[in-house]
């Protein structure tokens, strides 16, 4: 089931299962030490699908200036399935909904940037490394 959630709606233990889930992904399986919970939860729309074995596929749409989207998760066990896929046409529908001809912001991991370009996001830097990964800073605008 898909959840479109603002923070004060999201359920502790929910918010602590995003947290679970973004940490073994972003901070233990890719080997990066960071701040994972950076105070920008609060300002952001959740986007998430639950299964049988909780949460499946988690991102957040940052409501800063540039609106923009973060931490696109798919759970080990579901990768390659397409439901990555489905998560950002969930994000992006969400965007052109409410933030219409807005400039909408990714930081996207480089392996991915064909995947981003595919939702119609530009790549506007050069790869640069963000704790070691390569990356580039992508944009959308309706």
């Not at 609106?67 to 998760?73: A, F």
């Not at 933030?99 to 909408?104: F, K, M, R, S, V």
């Not at 990714?106 to 790869?127: I, P, R």
């Amino acid at each position: 089931m898909w959840h479109v959630e603002n923070f004060e709606s999201l359920d502790l233990h929910i918010l602590e299962e995003i947290y679970r889930l973004r940490v073994s992904v972003f901070i233990v399986e890719q080997e990066c030490a960071y701040q994972e919970i950076d105070g920008k939860d609060p300002v952001s729309t959740h986007i998430y699908k639950t299964d049988d074995s909780g949460i499946s596929a988690y991102l957040r749409i940052v409501h800063e200036s540039p609106v923009s989207i973060g931490r696109v998760i798919v759970r080990e066990d579901q990768r390659g399935t397409g439901l990555g896929r489905e998560l950002m046409k969930k994000a992006m529908d969400y965007v052109d909904s409410y933030h219409a001809g807005e400039l909408i912001y990714l930081h996207g991991q480089a392996h991915l940037e064909k995947y981003y370009q595919s939702f119609g996001f530009k790549t506007v830097s050069d790869m640069h490394l963000e704790d070691d990964i390569p990356h580039y800073h992508m944009e959308y605008r309706k």
